[in-house]
């Protein structure tokens, strides 16, 4: 079967730098999403990773490797605005969206 | 603003209620899609449609009926529900159906209860 998996909730301080793990196992692979949601909101376009390596973003980055099915989110210089939860999906063989369940993450001052 | 309206944010129905969701999108985006999102599940594809035409259904009871009468409305309408449909429907877009790394955009969703 086809499994994406991202911790379930995720707790840092304001300021500091946490990295989200999202795993994945599927049949065949066109890409990496990454969104983020606000409690009550749309889901939200971050990154989208299809070769190895790391695009970065302003304080967002993704990282993928393709051989490990392995993908991180580095979110830096935290902002209480970033308490959210954050979505990994894959596009299979089919291009049809595997999503995660979602890490959600919160933020201390 | 994500350019994908939905109506109405939030319906409480019961059991034997018709009621329909309603979504447009501003983009002239060709796909559009509804999605099921249950508290700390994955978001559930239900059904796909690329220029009004239905490419997809993920063995989505019939109790659920889309309808896409041009590519900038899709429809959900319900029937007959049961309490474990209670979740938040997800509407979306993208540019075309599934190819590349096109990005779909989300509406905010419609929070449904049923009763």
């Known amino acids: 079967g086809q499994n994406i998996d991202q911790p379930t909730e995720m707790t840092a301080t304001e300021g500091a730098i946490v990295q989200i793990n999202c795993t994945y196992q599927t ?16 889901p939200t376009f971050l990154s989208y990773n299809v070769l190895d390596g790391l695009e970065e973003k302003g304080r967002f980055s993704s990282f993928l490797s393709r051989s490990k099915g392995y993908s991180y989110l580095l979110l830096k210089e935290l902002q209480m605005k970033d308490s959210a939860s954050y979505l990994c999906a894959v596009k299979d063989s089919n291009y049809q969206l595997i999503w995660g369940a979602g890490t959600k993450l919160i933020i201390k001052p | ?7 109405p944010r939030h319906l409480v129905m019961g059991m034997t209620n018709k009621k329909s969701l309603k979504c447009e999108q501003h983009l002239g985006h060709n796909a559009m899609y509804w999605y099921k999102q249950s508290a700390k599940k994955p978001l559930e594809l239900m059904f796909v449609y690329s220029l009004e035409e239905r490419v997809e259904n993920n063995s989505v009871p019939s109790r659920f009926s889309p309808e896409c009468p041009n590519s900038s409305h899709l429809f959900l309408h319900l029937h007959t529900l049961q309490p474990e449909d209670s979740a938040l429907y997800l509407c979306a877009s993208s540019q075309d159906p599934g190819t590349g790394g096109e990005t779909q955009y989300f509406g905010p969703g419609t929070r449904l209860l049923v009763l």
Do not use: D, I, K, P
Request: proline residues 0%; without cysteine.
């Open chain 1, 27 to 42: 049949s065949g692979f066109n890409g990496l999403f990454w969104y983020q949601q606000h409690a009550g909101e749309a």
């Open chain 2, 1 to 7: 603003e994500t350019g994908v309206t939905q109506t």
